[in-house]
Nanobody
Framework: QVQLVESGGGLVQPGGSLRLSCAASGIIFRLYAMGWYRQAPGKQRELVATITNGGGTNLADSVKGRFTISRDNAQNKVYLQMNSLKPEDTAVYYC???????????WGQGTQVTVSS
């Protein structure tokens, strides 16, 4: 059974930092591209950051220079370091595992990030 379990969300003041973690099980982690997406109330889910199985990264323009995605293949984990947080970063953040060659994709249950003073 595939499981992606996010953690690290919470309430933070503008300008603060959070580090999200996603622990994966039930997949051969090193073969999957991993990503973080977010969905704010009343909005569609949007891509935040992705990292390929080779370590290449891609970030949304809105988070470039503030967020960093990384992965630890030994621990089967992917991380999202979020700095200089803004109120518009408030959303539920979802972890994604994607194996394009096999057309397989999995999602976590999400973790709430709220940026407010």
């Amino acid at each position: 059974q595939v499981q992606l379990v996010e953690s690290g969300g919470g309430l933070v003041q503008p300008g603060g930092s959070l580090r999200l973690s996603c622990a994966a099980s039930g997949i051969i982690f090193r073969l999957y591209a991993m990503g973080w997406y977010r969905q704010a109330p009343g909005k569609q889910r949007e891509l935040v950051a992705t990292i390929t199985n080779g370590g290449g990264t891609n970030l949304a323009d809105s988070v470039k220079g503030r967020f960093t995605i990384s992965r630890d293949n030994a621990q089967n984990k992917v991380y999202l370091q979020m700095n200089s947080l803004k109120p518009e970063d408030t959303a539920v953040y979802y972890c994604n595992a994607d194996h394009m060659a096999l057309n397989l994709a999995y999602w976590g249950q999400g973790t709430q990030v709220t940026v407010s003073s």
